[in-house]
Nanobody
Framework: QVQLVESGGGLVQAGGSLRLSCAAS????????MGWYRQCPGKQRESVAT???????NYADYVRGRFTISRDNAKNTVYLQMNSLKPEDTAVYYC???????????????WGQGTQVTVSS
């Protein structure tokens, strides 16, 4: 069974920083694309940033220049460094990854359980 476990959320004042981590565990053969999504109160889940296995990153316009996504392939872990946080960044942040297991040739998409980020004004 594959799991994505997020950590690093919390409460921060506007202008502050947080770093989210997400580690994939289980009988993993390979982890390909990874990313962070968020669901703001009363809104649909939206993409924040994605990163390929080779390290190519893409960002949503509303976080570009403030957030940085990175990954450690040896640890099957993806990070999101969030700087200059704004109250509108308040959301539940979810990790996402495309993973092949040792026992299944198919590439499946997995979600973490989410971590709350609250930015106070």
């Amino acid at each position: 069974q594959v799991q994505l476990v997020e950590s690093g959320g919390g409460l921060v004042q506007a202008g502050g920083s947080l770093r989210l981590s997400c580690a994939a565990s289980g009988r993993i053969f390979s982890v390909n694309g990874m990313g962070w999504y968020r669901q703001c109160p009363g809104k649909q889940r939206e993409s924040v940033a994605t990163i390929t296995k080779s390290g190519t990153a893409n960002y949503a316009d509303y976080v570009r220049g403030r957030f940085t996504i990175s990954r450690d392939n040896a640890k099957n872990t993806v990070y999101l460094q969030m700087n200059s946080l704004k109250p509108e960044d308040t959301a539940v942040y979810y990790c996402n990854a495309d993973i092949r297991q040792l026992i299944d040739i198919r590439q499946l998409n997995y979600w973490g359980q989410g971590t709350q980020v609250t930015v106070s004004s």
